[in-house]
């Protein structure tokens, strides 16, 4: 099915030329230009200069869409970051940030992303997860409030398995909208599903975690 949309440029394009590809190399990335208007989390060209960096790390995944050279959405895994506690588990990988460009959001352009990440096998050997920080989220061009935006979010990562876990990581109780969501992959080892079920609840330190 075709759906019209606009590029950034205010140009119609319809959605069908989208192309979702990854996990893409960093010398690939580099060649692409970025959409201006993804700036959630930075700036556009360090955004771009952060994708090529996350590529080329030994840990790190990027799937794209892709509308021409244009990089209009994408969706990065790797490590947890190493002052969470979440790194002490030698199996999580971290969904570092999913973002769509304006224009060419409602449009399963996130969905689409999360599905082709998920046919990956190496998701179905880890635990994936991903933390959510209210004050990332983009409610000025979405239009949502907070819980809606949560919601949006719930159902975005949960199409592909993930679902909200409970903890204590002082990170996420430093707002009540804050969201810790997590997929067990069926090929994740006992010792490892125990493992996270015992961090989940640690203390509210991350130094009391062994
Ligand atoms: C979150 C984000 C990636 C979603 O991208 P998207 O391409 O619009 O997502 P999809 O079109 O696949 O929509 C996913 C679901 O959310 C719903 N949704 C998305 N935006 C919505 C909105 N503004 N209002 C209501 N529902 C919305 C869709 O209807 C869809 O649900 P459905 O399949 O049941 O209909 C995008 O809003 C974005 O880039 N936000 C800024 C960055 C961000 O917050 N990232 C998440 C934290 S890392």
């Excluded at 994708?51 to 869409?65: H, K, N, P, R, W």
Aim: aromatic share 10%; net charge negative.
């Amino acid at each position: 099915m075709e759906v019209d949309n606009k590029d950034y440029t205010g140009s119609k394009i319809p959605s069908a030329q989208l192309v979702y590809e990854g996990p893409v190399q960093p010398e690939y990335i580099s060649q692409l230009e970025m959409s201006p208007d993804l700036h959630v989390f930075r700036e556009p060209h360090k955004q771009h200069q952060a994708l090529v960096d996350i590529a080329a790390s030994s840990d790190g995944i990027v799937y794209i869409a892709r509308h021409q050279n244009i990089i209009v959405g994408y969706v990065t895994f790797h490590n947890p970051d190493q002052y969470s506690r979440w790194c002490k588990h030698d199996n999580i990988l971290e969904l570092g940030a999913i973002e769509v460009s304006p224009a060419w959001r409602k449009h399963k352009v996130g969905k689409n992303l999360m599905k082709l990440a998920f046919t990956n096998p190496i998701m179905d050997e880890k635990i994936v997860i991903t933390i959510e920080f209210c004050w990332h989220w983009d409610l000025e061009n979405t239009g949502l409030d907070i819980w809606q935006y949560q919601k949006m979010l719930s159902n975005l990562f949960g199409s592909v398995g993930l679902v909200r876990v409970p903890t204590d990581d002082p990170e996420i109780l430093e707002h009540i909208a804050n969201v810790m969501m997590a997929r067990v992959g069926p090929r994740v080892s006992e010792e490892d599903v125990k493992k996270f079920e015992e961090m989940k609840f640690c203390g509210g330190s991350i130094f009391n975690y062994k």
